[in-house]
């Protein structure tokens, strides 16, 4: 799960901010105002949360927080798709396109949800540095 969040943030990092600013635009769920701040901080947060569970650091928390984008991914799939906005790329790569449809993306997102929900109730104890700390 936190590999996959690196490399989802990583591919994100990688495509030009204004051709993301309009993948994340494509959904009409944020004002335009917030869309070039959401398309900033997204990917950072997806790297750092991803990584702070790869690494077992603060791992409750960053299974907290990857679940809490997951929860707000699926709310905005769901709601575009509710007013009949095509998604023909959902974002998830970046400009990178792997041919998610909407059903596969949400199926994506629950299970990711679910393996998030799973780590913040029982964390892994081995080989964390929340050990060392």
Known sequence: LGGFFVFTGVLKILTPLQEFE??????????????????????????????????????????????AMLLAFIIAVTAALARGITLTDCGCFGSFKFGDG??????????MLMFALVIFVKPTKRLALDNIL
């Open 22 to 67: 309009a993948l994340v635009a494509t959904y009409q769920f944020l004002p335009e105002w917030a869309i070039g701040t959401f398309a900033v901080a997204l990917p950072i947060s997806e790297v750092v949360l991803g990584a702070s569970l790869i690494l077992g650091l603060f791992e409750r928390y960053a299974a907290l927080g990857i679940a």
């Open 102 to 111: 909407p059903r596969e993306l949400l199926l994506r997102d629950w299970l």
